[in-house]
């Protein structure tokens, strides 16, 4: 059997190179060469045991584009497109089981059963590698015609998970003044999306000037930096709002302190939507009393569902010729070379990384 290489997570903070055999594709799946595996900030959580007991050994990398090699009897994608093989996918990383509660129901994700990580000597969807075994009931989407795939990949799991946010939260109201904690790829998405909906203001907070440019040029009208205290912040977001302050917080920094923050950022009767703290396990004091006397809704999202990457797939499609997206990913790293990867991102250094097999 041939094989292909892999970078595995054999225990916390332990990377090692595999070559892993490449499986035919089992009835209804597919089998796809990789493009471009995205480094997620949630890769590093996992790498170090931040976000827990994974069942190791895994494959990393839950974002990918790749080339169909081989299709398991099928002859469409999961919106119903043709599909053969030499075409470019981009797939929800989740196996969900589509036989419970969850899947049948209540219509959420992820189910009961769902499988998010494969023991790496089996078939596996894992990104950082040459290939990638896509099994029956793991949703894969053809690119459109003319879609750039660096585009589809800039902002990888993150898009996704801004628009299942909204989603569940409700979405970005025309003439709204928005406050985005991070510029990560989760808060750049959500920069994104909150321009495109016709956002009045959309202020980004951050600590590294080169992400904050990079915001500019998704649609944020103002930025603040995390040099400032939180007392200026919260000051000039107030004076660019009005004393009603922002409608809608959107919590994409990934660490704990954001939260107290965002929630004394937010104005009255305004929502607070958390999308980055899936991996920092902890706690922080709020006031219960200001959720009532200010009216405020604080929400949470996470696991997107195929039907947010098929909207994340055709809306960077539609505006890669407008909005410079391929230009985010600023770092690409070969299989080999996911510890560095993974530092980098750790570091706040790239903007969006990604694994290359072909280097």
Not at 201 to 217: C, E, K, W, Y
Not at 230 to 257: C, F, H, N, Q, W
Not at 265 to 278: E, K, P, S
Request: charged fraction near 20%.
């Amino acid at each position: 059997m041939a094989t292909g290489r892999a970078t595995v997570l054999v225990e916390p903070n332990r990377l090692e190179t595999w070559d892993v055999p490449v499986p035919e594709p089992e009835p209804g799946g597919a089998l796809v060469r990789i493009v471009l595996g995205g480094v997620c900030g949630s890769d590093v959580h996992i790498a170090t045991g931040e976000a827990g007991v994974m069942p190791f050994p895994i494959i990393l990398g839950h974002e990918g584009i790749g080339r169909i090699e081989k299709l398991g009897g099928i002859e469409t994608d999961y919106a119903g497109v043709p599909v053969k093989p030499g075409d470019l996918v981009y797939w929800s990383p989740i196996a969900a089981c589509h036989r419970c509660y969850s899947c049948n129901v209540i219509d959420e994700s992820p189910c009961e059963n769902s499988r998010f990580f494969e023991h790496a000597e089996k078939p596996n969807w894992g990104s950082y590698a040459d290939y990638a075994w896509l099994p029956n009931g793991l949703a894969f989407f053809r690119l459109p015609d003319g879609a750039d795939p660096l585009a589809v990949a800039a902002l990888g799991c993150a898009l996704p998970t801004v628009l299942r946010g909204f989603d569940r939260c409700g979405t970005v109201r025309m003439g709204e003044a928005v406050v985005v904690q991070g510029a990560g790829p989760v808060g750049l998405s959500a920069v994104l999306v909150a321009a495109q909906a016709g956002a009045r203001d959309v202020i980004v907070i951050d600590g590294f000037d080169q992400r904050l440019d990079v915001a500019r040029s998704l649609g944020a009208t103002a930025t603040i930096s995390l040099a400032d205290s939180p007392e200026e912040r919260r000051r000039k977001i107030y004076d660019m709002t009005g004393p009603a302050g922002p409608s809608l917080v959107v919590e994409a920094a990934g660490v704990l302190p954001a939260f107290p923050e965002g929630v004394e950022l937010a104005g009255v009767h305004a929502r607070y939507v958390i999308l980055g703290l899936w991996g920092a396990i902890g706690t922080q004091p709020i006031s219960p009393r200001d959720l009532t006397t200010r009216n405020l809704t604080i929400a949470g999202a996470t696991f997107p569902k195929p039907k947010h990457y098929y909207e994340a797939m055709h809306l960077a499609a539609r505006l890669q010729d407008q909005v410079p997206l391929a230009a985010l990913i600023s770092h690409r790293f070969a299989i080999g070379d996911a510890a560095a990867a993974l530092e980098t991102v750790k570091r706040g250094e790239a903007i969006k990384a990604v694994i290359d097999p072909e280097l």
